[in-house]
């Protein structure tokens, strides 16, 4: 008896996950940081959060890391399920929107949830 595996579907909502890194953010000043940087990302973060969209996890590893992202290229990721693909748009072109993609880059990938361990 073999598994049957067909195309996947797309979930609704989409699974997404975004990879955040830091790039130009070591080449700012502390005060930048502190008034200007984590003031602006956190606004965006909490943007989100009435755009119909739900943040199920975030991961942050810096914990063994240090600087720059290396070859990784993220330093930390969000996990959300969203509810259309414009909304991931939206949420993207706010760090442009911002022009804290000067200090940040985000990128998301579209996914769904895995099978063998959520139905």
């Not at 598994?3 to 005060?31: C, M, Y």
């Not at 991961?59 to 993220?74: E, K, S, V, Y």
């Amino acid at each position: 008896m073999g598994i049957k595996h067909g195309a996947p579907q797309v979930p609704n909502p989409l699974r997404v996950f975004i990879t955040f890194e830091s790039t130009g953010w070591f080449d700012t000043t502390q005060e930048q940081k502190e008034k200007e940087l984590l003031p602006t990302l956190k606004s965006i973060i909490e943007e989100w959060k009435g755009n119909g969209s739900k943040l199920l996890a975030t991961f942050d590893r810096d914990i063994l890391t240090t600087g720059h992202a290396g070859p990784n290229n993220w330093h930390a990721c969000f996990i959300y399920d969203v509810p259309s693909l414009q909304t991931v748009t939206d949420m993207t072109h706010s760090f442009r929107e911002t022009g804290i993609d000067r200090y940040f880059r985000l990128e998301a990938s579209i996914g769904r949830p895995f099978f063998l361990v959520e139905n």
